[in-house]
């Protein structure tokens, strides 16, 4: 069966456009107008992803994306916003989009990051891509300084814990509010503690797809992280190593 996208954008151009290159890649596409529209389609049919543009008269995407999260809907969403300031993306991250693409957009790129976000939604329940599942023949004792604790559940590195199978994390006793992406990309982080993952392979292993040198997605996800991480007086858990990538450790 083909996978269902969802696609809510007001300007027609872009909505007719977008629709034809979807359905021609295989995909089962329903186009509506508006954020209204596109949460009683959403209720009445719900589909394998969503896009949704942020801009939009009465209920934006914004609204839409915080109205489904509300509700416990957690079907990966895929912002299109003219939106260039880092601000503004995060406000879309922060409403619990999954990714976003900036227009004027390349239709290949759509493709690519809905591919990552239907392929990370297959495997919710399995290890990341490149990211061995731990098993009754997998060490659970540190190799070495930084490498994180593991047990059959938790992942632990520089005072975080993670619960991979139920989709939890804490720093100390707080309990971490991530979305989809947050939670894979320290999930990354935390497995990989101590080392220095360069822009590529985190962009591979998350995205499934290496947006180039000039994407500034990677870093928006890294700052709205760490804002969720960072506490007042405690040492800064993610670290940029400039013209590489970022590292996890407790300084």
């Known amino acids: 069966m083909p996978q269902t996208v969802l696609l809510a954008e007001d300007d027609r151009a872009i909505r007719n456009a977008l629709e034809r290159a979807l359905t021609l890649e295989g995909y089962r596409v329903t186009a509506v107008a508006d954020g209204v529209e596109a949460l009683a ?45 880092t601000q503004d993306r995060i406000a879309g991250l922060d409403a619990g989009a999954d990714d976003y693409v900036v227009k004027p957009f390349d239709v290949e790129e759509v493709f690519a990051r809905l591919r990552a976000l239907l392929r990370r939604t297959s495997e919710v329940n399995g290890p990341l891509a490149g ?16 490498t994180p604790a593991t047990s059959d559940r938790l992942i632990q590195a520089a005072g975080l814990r993670m619960d991979p199978q139920a989709r939890r994390a804490w720093r100390g006793a707080r309990e971490l ?22 822009h590529s392979t985190i962009y591979d292993r998350i995205w499934g797809y290496d947006f180039g040198p000039g994407s500034k997605n990677l870093a928006v996800y890294v700052g709205y992280l760490r804002r969720k991480l960072d506490e007042p007086g405690a040492p800064q858990l993610i670290h940029t190593v400039r013209g590489v990538g970022y590292v996890l450790r407790e300084d």
């Open 41 to 85: 389609q959403a209720h009445r049919t719900p589909p394998d992803v969503l896009v949704l543009d942020v801009m939009m008269p009465g209920i934006d995407g914004l609204q839409v994306c915080r109205v489904l999260r509300a509700e416990g809907d957690r079907t990966p969403i895929l912002m299109l916003t003219a939106l260039v300031e």
């Open 177 to 198: 509010e991530l979305t989809r992406t947050e939670f894979e990309l320290l999930e990354l982080l935390v497995r990989n503690a101590g080392i220095v993952l360069d």
């Open 131 to 146: 990211v061995p599942k731990q098993t009754s023949e997998t060490p659970e004792t540190p190799e070495a300084p930084g």
